[in-house]
C-alpha cells in the first residue's frame, strides 16, 4: 500500500465528496452487485456524512455515516472499495480514520450491517455480530456494533 498517496477526505451533505462516493458507490454496489440504482440512491446522501479515501487523488474506497439524533451512534453504510483497490487495506484505513473521529466526537457507538462475506473484515476491526441475518437489496446481511467507550 503507498501511504503517501492515500488519503481520506469527508463531507456532510451533497457536493464533490459525495459524487467521488457515488462513482465508487455505483460501481460496486449497482453494477458489480446488481443492487437496482433506485435503492443505491437515496434522500439520505444529502443529510450524511461521506468518507472518501483518494489513490493518486483517484477516489477508491467510500463510507456514508448517519448520525442519530441522540448524537450517541454513527450508522456506517455504504462501505465499498472498487475492485481494482481491494486487498490493500485502504477500507481498513477508512474504518479506523471513521472509528477515531467518532471516539474524538464521543460517539458511544458504530453500527452497520455488513454483508455477510465480509463480517471477518469488520471483526478484526472490533465489531461484533449481533442479531439473525437479514436481506437488504437481496443481499444477506448481519448487525455489527462497535462499542467507543470501553470504561462502561
Known amino acids: 500500500m503507498n501511504e503517501v498517496n492515500f488519503n481520506i477526505k469527508h463531507a456532510y ?37 461521506h ?16 448520525e442519530n439524533e441522540a448524537h450517541t451512534n454513527w450508522h456506517v453504510q455504504r462501505v465499498a472499495t472498487v475492485k481494482e483497490a481491494r486487498g490493500n487495506g485502504y477500507a481498513g484505513k477508512l474504518l479506523k480514520k471513521i472509528i477515531t473521529d467518532a471516539q474524538q466526537a ?8 455488513a454483508q455477510v462475506q465480509a463480517m471477518g ?4 476491526l472490533g465489531f461484533t455480530a449481533t442479531g439473525p441475518v437479514f436481506q437488504e437489496a437481496n443481499i444477506d446481511h448481519r448487525r455489527m456494533i462497535f462499542k467507543t467507550d470501553f470504561t462502561s
Open 13 to 49: 451533505g451533497s457536493g464533490a465528496i459525495n459524487d467521488a462516493a457515488l462513482m465508487i458507490r455505483k460501481q460496486v454496489f449497482v453494477t458489480e452487485q446488481g443492487v437496482p440504482l433506485d435503492i443505491e440512491i437515496d434522500d439520505l446522501d444529502s443529510q450524511t456524512t
Open 51 to 66: 468518507y472518501v479515501g483518494f489513490l493518486n487523488e483517484t477516489p477508491v474506497v467510500t463510507a456514508r455515516i448517519a
Open 106 to 113: 464521543n460517539i458511544q457507538s458504530l453500527d452497520l450491517g
Open 121 to 124: 473484515f469488520y471483526e478484526k
